[in-house]
T-cell receptor
Framework: AQTVTQSQPEMSVQEAETVTLSCTYD???????LFWYKQPPSRQMILVIR??????QNATENRFSVNFQKAAKSFSLKISDSQLGDAAMYFC????????????????FGTGTRLQVTL | EAGVTQSPTHLIKTRGQQATLRCSPI?????VYWYQQALGLGLQFLLW???????NRGNFPPRFSGRQFPNYSSELNVNALELEDSALYLC??????????????????FGEGSRLTVL
């Protein structure tokens, strides 16, 4: 079974600074997706960024980028130029791609990192 | 385009009662997932339905059950409610596991959740 680990329960960053959230995962598969979701106090889960395992290039979405290290099974999220609106719970998640003869699976989440943004 | 919708937004029940939560997926999505998010805990996978069938089930007792209707909407039933069932229940949808899924993004789209309080 796949597991996702987020070792930082809380992080804090000053506005306009850069912060990196850590995530490691465990899987025996070679083809999968990794995601970072954001859950603000409004509680709706919002996709921040996604990475396909067979793509070596790290995904970027505006101020958000990832450092995907497949061999190390590491998937960290970097937020540049942090804004007050970035304050939220951030969840790292794994999903099998289901292209290896199996069925695409559920999303497995880490326990989350609460990000505070200070002035 | 309408997103994933859940009802009710809030639900208050007493111990021993039954709760029914509903979810309508994004148009064109055939997979529906249910997650439980208890206070201070991460997202725990409950159930996954695709094309009307239960595809996977998390480590929850049988009093958690659900179904998916022909229009792909879904309901989650929780019988014999216990205090620890108090949580935010999130529904998500995605493209199904048939051919078109392989060209999809792998992303799950979430609703705003139903807050269940058991007194």
């Amino acid at each position: 079974a796949q597991t996702v680990t987020q070792s930082q329960p809380e992080m804090s960053v000053q506005e306009a600074e850069t912060v990196t959230l850590s995530c490691t995962y465990d899987t025996s598969e070679s083809d999968y997706y990794l995601f970072w979701y954001k859950q603000p106090p409004s509680r709706q889960m919002i996709l921040v960024i996604r990475q396909e395992a067979y793509k070596q290039q790290n995904a970027t979405e505006n101020r958000f980028s990832v450092n995907f290290q497949k061999a190390a099974k590491s998937f960290s999220l970097k937020i540049s130029d942090s804004q007050l609106g970035d304050a939220a719970m951030y969840f790292c998640a794994y999903r099998s791609a289901g292209r290896e003869g199996g069925t695409a699976s559920k999303l497995t989440f880490g326990t989350g990192t609460r990000l505070q943004v200070t002035l | 385009e309408a997103g994933v919708t859940q009802s009710p937004t809030h639900l208050i029940k007493t111990r021993g009662q039954q709760a029914t939560l509903r979810c309508s997926p994004i148009s064109g999505h055939t997979s529906v997932y249910w997650y439980q998010q208890a206070l201070g805990l991460g997202l725990q996978f409950l159930l996954w339905y695709d094309e009307g069938e239960e595809r996977n089930r998390g480590n929850f007792p049988p009093r958690f059950s659900g179904r998916q209707f022909p229009n792909y909407s879904s309901e989650l039933n929780v019988n014999a409610l216990e205090l620890e069932d108090s949580a935010l229940y999130l529904c998500a949808s995605s493209l199904g596991t048939s051919g078109s899924w392989l060209r999809g993004t792998g992303e799950l789209f979430f609703g705003e959740g139903s807050r269940l309080t058991v007194l």
